[in-house]
């Protein structure tokens, strides 16, 4: 059975920091590119960052410099540091895994974990 399980999220004032994690069990991505996506309430869930299997990275726009994404494939395991958060990066934020390449696209995903709150007060 696979699973992806996300920890790390809480409230954190703006301008602060978070580092979120996603401990994939049940089989290994290492060959496949990871990401993470965020939905917050009210709206449709989208595309954070997104991981190739050689590290290669790919980031939103309004994430750029402020999140790196990151990978061990020995750990089978997906990072997410945040920084500067602002009060917009509040939202539910998802590990996704098993897309052959990196991807913006929710549906290019095969798996998906649970999610973890992140809540930035302004």
């Known amino acids: 059975q696979v699973q992806l399980v996300e920890s790390g999220g809480g409230l954190v004032q703006a301008g602060g920091s978070l580092s979120l994690s996603c401990a994939a069990s049940g089989r290994t991505f290492s060959s496949y590119a990871m990401g993470w996506f965020r939905q917050a309430p009210g709206k449709e869930r989208e595309f954070v960052a997104a991981i190739s299997w050689s590290g290669d990275t790919y980031y939103a726009d309004s994430v750029k410099v402020r999140f790196t994404i990151s990978r061990d494939n020995a750990k089978n395991t997906l990072y997410l540091q945040m920084n500067t958060l602002k009060a917009q990066d509040t939202a539910v934020y998802y590990c996704?895994?098993?897309?052959?390449?990196?991807?913006?696209?929710?549906?290019?995903?095969?798996?998906w974990g649970q999610g973890t709150q992140v809540t930035v007060s302004s």
């Open positions: 996704a895994a098993g897309s052959p390449r990196i991807s913006v696209r929710l549906h290019d995903y095969n798996y």
